[in-house]
């Protein structure tokens, strides 16, 4: 079985790299306790041949920061008693009781910032008018909610980027160094990382490049009707040049947030996603309360969207509706299945009915972010976990 798993994996990422998905990208599958299997194919920057992605070659993780840092450090201070899930967000970020919508984002609590149900926007370019954390708290704390405090699912980095700020606020200490202390240390994830370029300079060549400048989200920002207000400001914003390798791509975590922030910014490779990923099938790093708190669907009688604390769930035995909302996890998931994407070409799911846990990392915005990427990933998540038989 594991030679004809070695050969689906190795042939989905060849796919991937031929259709112009992604220049390259590694993959690991692991079943139960057996030994991981991991495969990397192709180069690590698009029209550069001769630099091979290997095994443990460092990706922009993206929104993977969301479940590798904001999430199980949420969850380890409700653990060490320093907050409640149940606690308001004003009750660590007070500048949000006045401003916009004031009355409203006090029912906002932890629980709907990491179920995405907090009614917060899903996305502004915070950057262009600031930058730091309290230029970011004012710029959130004047945003109008979209939608009542749960009673819809938002996919939200700006409520991520207040979580991170909360841990902050609780510890009295810098993120960066909180993700540090609380999870990468103590679960071995030795090439985890904000900031590679300074933290881990001799993996410096062994960083997946992504995207040449900051085309996509200009782009984006500057086409779009409601930031028409911003768009001197935009055009005369200054926008990185050159291919970027070892910064952070979300224009939110570098430009605002100096590369640092629960919604994006972590680096990291396979091994060291395996490590973390141990904390979600066994032990108590994460009290196993909480963890099933975690893994399970939070917004299916509200939503077709299946969120629960930070993961995203599988709807694979919820409504009609909710199974053709789908899930980035693919088809063939079970209705245990969690898991998270990246914008960058990221993956992790884990099925616990096939005791699997399916890592991909990939850097699709180099050289330009491909469209491709959604149909890919579902369709090699469904090969790859679907060649593992359930287990009791």
């Known amino acids: 079985m594991s030679i004809q798993i070695e050969h689906e994996i190795a042939s989905s990422l060849e796919e991937g790299i031929r259709d112009c998905v992604f220049p390259g990208g ?6 139960g306790n057996e030994t991981p299997i991991v495969i990397a194919r192709g180069i690590l920057e698009a029209g550069q041949p001769g630099q091979p992605v290997k095994e443990d070659t460092l990706y922009d993780l ?6 590798v840092v904001g999430m199980p450090l949420i969850l380890r201070s409700v653990q060490l008693g320093r907050i409640s899930l149940t606690d308001p967000l004003v009750t660590y970020i007070p500048e949000l009781a006045s401003g916009q919508d004031a009355e409203l984002k006090k029912r906002i609590t932890l629980y709907h910032l990491l179920t995405h149900s907090s009614g917060l926007p899903g996305w502004r370019p915070l950057y262009i008018q600031g930058s730091g954390r309290d230029a970011y708290i004012r710029s959130i704390a004047e945003e109008a909610l979209i939608g009542m405090p749960g009673n819809q699912v938002v996919y939200s980095d700006l409520g991520m980027i207040m979580l991170g700020f909360i841990a902050e606020r609780v510890w009295d200490e810098s993120l960066d160094r909180l993700a540090k202390r609380m999870l990468f240390q103590p679960l071995g994830m030795d090439t985890a990382a904000y900031k590679p370029l300074k933290q881990l300079p001799h993996l410096a060549a062994n960083i997946a490049p992504t995207e040449d400048g900051n ?3 200009r782009d984006m ?8 207000y911003l768009l001197d400001k935009v055009q005369a914003f200054p926008w990185r040049q050159g291919v970027i390798r070892g910064t952070v791509h979300d224009g939110n975590a570098h430009f605002g947030l100096d590369g640092v922030s629960c919604h994006a910014g972590l680096f990291s490779n396979v091994y060291d996603l395996l490590n973390y990923m141990n904390i979600w099938t066994e032990g108590s790093f994460i009290d196993p309360v909480l963890r099933d708190l975690a ?69 699709r915005v180099n050289s ?8 890919w990933r579902r369709t090699h998540h469904n090969r790859i976990l679907s060649l593992v038989p359930p287990r009791t």
Not at 221 to 228: K, L, T
């Open 26 to 31: 590694v993959c690991s599958l692991t079943v």
């Open 62 to 67: 993206a929104s993977l920061t969301k479940v």
């Open 215 to 217: 085309g996509f989200e």
């Open 221 to 228: 920002i500057a086409g779009d009707n409601a930031y028409r």
């Open 295 to 363: 893994t399970r669907s939070h917004t299916s009688t509200f939503s077709p969207i299946s969120r629960g604390l930070g993961w995203e769930i599988s709807p694979a035995s919820g409504s009609m509706e909710q199974v053709i909302a789908g899930c980035s996890g693919g088809d063939v998931l079970s209705s245990a299945a969690f898991g998270h994407t990246g914008f960058t070409g990221t993956s992790i799911w884990h099925d616990p009915v096939r005791q699997a846990t399916l890592i991909t990392l990939t850097n």
């Open 368 to 375: 330009n972010s491909s469209p491709k990427i959604n149909h």
